[in-house]
């Protein structure tokens, strides 16, 4: 299985930083050969001058959210038909933030992912625990209610990320161990195996997210249940972000 490293540029940068910061990753990308997926998630306005630097090359291009409704009446929404047009073929779906800041449910970001698989993007879809529940040890509860709520699973292993990205590492600094990141990767792919009642585990992508940095890259990709990483503010530089890409790889990997 091909990891995937993605870089979640949240609402950042200026305009005027957005190509050098484009253009950096993928001439880092031309001048080391990777074989993983490497993707972008740019605000909207970017996708297209993002997408131009992407053309043709490694990177991919994705959105950081999406409508779940077609077209229609939907003031300061974005369809899927429109990421796909404008080159997206990932979308981050149900990140903390959203969930946390604009009130995303459960049900909200299943909607979503039923759109995505409608026009062939592939949701990246994010679960996570706060820090009080993993205080109160509800950590596997939560990702298991937050699973269980995504009848698109049951019909999706291969064309469907999850990202892990416990709630209390995102932004903060503190990245959860590569154990503590391992266990919760490990039961994510037992419940989503059970979910689909299929055999195609191995096919299925779960990332890590959570202040992810170059200097703990490595050992989070040794890890046997991560397939690869969500990336925030260090995928705002162009050093850390390829220093990151370029991990160390799993020595039976
Ligand atoms: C994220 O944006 O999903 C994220 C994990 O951010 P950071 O790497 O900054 O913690």
Not at 204 to 229: A, T
């Amino acid at each position: 299985m091909r990891s995937i490293i993605v870089g979640n540029w949240k609402m950042n940068p200026t305009q005027k930083e957005v190509r050098p910061l484009a253009e950096g990753v993928a001439k880092g990308l031309s001048d080391q050969a990777t074989f993983h997926d490497v993707v972008i998630c740019p605000p909207f306005v970017f996708l297209s001058a993002v997408g131009e630097v992407c053309h043709g090359g490694t990177l991919q291009l994705g959105a950081q959210n999406v409508c779940s409704e077609p077209n229609g009446a939907y003031t300061g929404e974005i369809s899927t038909e429109m990421l796909v047009d404008a080159g997206c073929e990932y979308v981050i779906i149900g990140h903390s933030e959203r969930r946390q800041l604009m009130g995303e449910s459960n049900s909200d970001v299943n909607l979503k992912m039923a759109a995505c698989f409608k026009y062939g993007l592939c949701p990246i879809v994010c679960v996570g625990e706060t820090l009080s529940e993993r205080q109160d040890k509800k950590t596997l509860n939560v990702i298991r209610k937050q699973l269980q709520s995504l009848s698109g699973l049951k019909e999706c292993s291969s064309n469907c990320i999850v990202a892990y990205e416990p709630i209390w590492a995102i932004g903060t600094g503190t990245v959860a161990t590569p154990d503590q990141a391992q266990e919760v990767h490990h039961f994510i792919r037992s419940e989503w195996g059970s979910i689909t009642g299929s055999h195609a585990v191995k096919e299925m992508r779960i990332i890590y997210g959570g202040s992810v940095k170059p200097g703990n890259i490595d050992e989070i990709m040794e890890m046997r249940d991560i397939d690869g990483v969500l990336v925030g503010g260090a995928s705002l530089d162009v050093s850390d972000f390829l220093r990151i890409i370029h991990y160390k790889e799993k020595v039976n990997g």
